[in-house]
DNA sequence: GTTTTTATCTCGAGG
DNA sequence: CCTCGAGGTAAAAAC
């Protein structure tokens, strides 16, 4: 990894056209090619980037850059489209390359596939009486994520993290499709997240289709598996 | 704006839990408290972070620390939530600091609004026949794009840079309310995107709503406006 | 301030 | 290889 501190001006084409004007920023050059330019400040995006695979190339300045006190121009090209980046580079105040290896990437515990999972295992969080007929059931447009059979018949789950309007209209179409097949329909609606926007929820019920707050962490404290990832 | 290259460790507690086994990084520390843990591979995001504002303490290991070889701690903590990230440092290898600035900020276009714009001028491209009524029609769950008039009527048109399956849905809902108004119904559908995914297609297709490719490109070099932001 | 929409989204899983 | 859905989505625009 290459860490530049330069003074610069950035163009990128592409999927569109984007221009920095010039300033003092971080280029990154990292080991399969890609590049970031981080100003001092924002969240994790770069102001401008390449993404992988990508080489760069680098040149002196013509005439007419030299003129405007440009010392090196940066070109970067995208391997897989005609992406270009170009940063012409006025001043560089620091410039340092490191060895960093292969990192063993990021290990996760909270997303939606613990969620099914540990709702599959406490299946009656929706509700005294539920039992679990099986997880990620397959529909010609895609699986439910939870079939259960309640006190009152059966229901579809669609689960999320964050309860939004798509994943109501998602179990909407569930439902459609669910409710022709004469062997299982009728089949009721429950939608189950960690948070439920208000319009999702007034959706929801307009539909008929019950809203399921669900707590994680409260559900992780119930877990008789109980898994240690670190 | 603070670079180190550092061999650590990393745990991140929040919305989800994330651990990052032992090896050599980038920490970036930012003049808002950002903190960006990026490795020598993979676009732009970085391998964990913590988002601004946050603020970073630094603290010596404590005595089993010490004896798993860390030589210092750091804790940043986001200032708006209970979100935390713990690095806890096994070598550092490099360590600078750098005076950026604040930065111009980039300049885009080929945007959205872009291709509203272009498309509104060139209404025809969704067939011959047709010219534009108004931009931005009003409905009670938000403004439709386009509404033009057809050779075979009133035509709403939903625009989007990729033509995915929710933009079938929010049409279809915009045409339901559409076709209410007796002054207006009947009103058809168009799909009008760079490109469209054949699921979106299937959808839309299958409620009789026209699906239309646009050329961005093509649509540019006809621009009589022909703005040039840069 | 909140909510909604966009994104050069990135990233991973599954066919 | 492509397609699809999730994301600590982030970030900008709209309200």
């Known amino acids: 990894m290459r860490l530049v501190i330069a003074t610069c001006s950035v163009t990128y084409s592409g999927r569109l056209n984007a221009h920095l004007a010039l300033a003092t920023r971080l ?45 090196q121009v940066w070109t970067v090209a995208a391997e897989k489209s005609d992406d270009i980046l170009t940063i012409l580079i006025s001043e560089i105040h620091h410039d340092s390359s490191h060895q960093l290896g292969r990192d063993p990437g990021l290990v996760k515990d909270g997303v939606e596939s613990d969620l099914q999972r540990l709702l599959a295992e406490q299946i009656e969080r929706l509700g005294a009486g539920h039992s679990l007929i099986r997880r990620e059931h397959p529909t010609p447009i895609g699986p439910v994520d939870l079939l259960a059979k309640g ?53 929801a019920e307009d539909r008929g289709i019950r809203c399921v707050v669900l707590d994680y962490e409260d559900m992780k404290g119930e877990d008789d598996q109980a898994p240690r990832l670190f």
């Not at 022709?180 to 926007?197: E, H, K, T």
């Open 27 to 71: 280029l990154m050059v990292k080991a399969d090619g890609a590049v970031l330019i981080h100003s001092d400040g924002g969240s994790y995006k770069p102001l401008n980037w390449m993404s992988p695979p990508a080489s760069m190339r680098v040149r002196d300045p013509d005439a007419e850059q030299v003129q405007a006190g440009i010392e």
């Open 151 to 203: 006190p009152e018949g059966t229901v579809a789950v669609e689960l999320k993290r964050r309860g939004d309007i798509d994943g109501v209209e998602q179990l909407t179409r569930y439902l459609e499709l669910l409710n022709r097949d004469p062997l299982l329909a009728p089949v009721a609606g429950v939608f189950a997240a960690q948070q439920i926007r208000p319009q999702a929820r007034t959706l």
